[in-house]
C-alpha cells in the first residue's frame, strides 16, 4: 500500500532514475508526488502499460542513463524538493493557520 516516498527521494537525489506507478490512495501515490515534485514527471507512469513503456526504454537506453546521473541529480537539486526556505515559509504558515483555527474554536465554545 505504501509507495517509495524516502527511498525515491534518496534514489533521485543520487542521480538514479526511479519509475513511480500512480495509486489509487495517499500512501500510493508517494513517489509519484516526489518523481513530479523533482520536475522528473516523465518518471511516473499512470497504468501499468505506461510504467512498463518507461522501464523499457530506461533500460533499452541503460548507458546513456548512467551518463544522465549528473542531469537527474541537478535536477532534483534545483526543484523545489530542495527549496529550503519555501518549505519553511509554508510549514510556518500551516502552523499559524492551526493555532488561529484552534484559537477562534475555543473562542466560539
Not at 43 to 61: H, K, M, R
Not at 87 to 97: I, K, N, S
Request: charged share 20%; hydrophobic share 35%.
Amino acid at each position: 500500500p505504501w509507495s517509495s516516498a524516502t527511498t525515491c527521494f534518496e534514489a533521485l537525489s543520487m542521480g538514479v532514475p526511479l519509475v513511480a506507478y500512480t495509486g489509487t490512495t495517499f500512501s500510493a501515490r508517494m513517489s509519484t508526488s516526489v518523481v513530479n515534485g523533482g520536475g522528473l514527471g516523465s518518471y511516473a507512469a499512470s497504468d501499468a502499460e505506461d510504467y512498463a513503456d518507461i522501464c523499457l526504454y530506461l533500460s533499452e537506453e541503460l548507458k546513456s542513463q548512467r551518463m544522465n546521473k549528473r542531469e537527474i541529480r541537478r535536477i532534483i537539486e534545483e526543484s523545489e524538493l530542495y527549496d529550503n526556505s519555501s518549505l519553511v515559509e509554508h510549514l510556518a504558515a500551516a502552523f499559524l493557520d492551526m493555532q488561529t483555527k484552534l484559537i477562534n474554536s475555543s473562542t466560539q465554545s
